[in-house]
């Protein structure tokens, strides 16, 4: 199971990297977790993002260290659709106006750099 599961995430990588054209993504840090878990917690950066599938609102809870850094949220194609500077370590998004679809969430501070998938 772990060897097929790891050639959809080199397939579904290089298929980001080819629709997205100039603005390119390469999400090469990605790290996926079982349907029912919300969390990545690596050794560098623990992100919470939940309810997942999000409704209209997202919450997040990221560590202290990571204040100041940015939270994007990705579309599958590799297009920003939320851009939020983070100023604190718990907070809610709208994401009313995302569309039902694969979203990927990143978190990234000097190098120290997360992501999560998010279904709607």
Partial sequence: ??????????????TLTSYAGNNSVMFNDLEFVSEQQDTIATKSVK??????????????????RMIGGKLRIYNAIGNIVINVDIEENKFEIDVSA????????????DKKKRVLRLIK
């Fill in 98 to 109: 995302l569309r039902k679809g694969i979203y990927f969430l990143m978190v990234e501070k």
């Fill in 1 to 14: 199971m772990g060897r097929y599961l790891f050639s959809l995430l080199i397939l579904f990588t290089l």
């Fill in 47 to 64: 992100v919470d993002a939940y309810p997942n599938p999000m409704q209209t609102t997202l919450n997040i809870d990221i560590e202290d």
